[in-house]
């Protein structure tokens, strides 16, 4: 008997493809609307994805005690890419916010031109 069952298999498959697809979705989103500072959500979204492929690597062992390792590096990997990934999205406001910034301003320099 394995640790996971043949429908929980599935959700962590096509977890893991779905979170492959969205850093894709995020990488394009970036390049369609020339926004460079996308790419860095998408960079910061592999920590969560390497972190989902230990859990799926020691469940397919069966939860084995000699890889109980990559329960803690799955756990510091989470920490690293939601912080990353918290990084990423300030990175985005802080560029759209100054973006609108320098719009402003220049809108008030070709008006009182």
Known sequence: MHALSFHTWVIHISSVLEWMLAIAAVTLWGERRAEPEWRWLA???????????????????????ELHWLVTVQAALTLV?????????????????????????????????
Do not use: K, Y
Request: net charge negative.
């Open 43 to 65: 960079v910061a979204m592999l920590p969560a994805l390497a972190s989902a492929l230990c859990a799926c690597t020691w469940h397919l062992f069966d939860n084995a005690p």
């Open 81 to 113: 890419g939601n912080s990353a990934l918290a990084a990423a999205a300030w990175w985005i406001w802080r560029s759209h916010r100054q973006g609108r910034s320098e719009e402003h301003t220049s809108e008030l320099q070709s008006h009182s031109d």
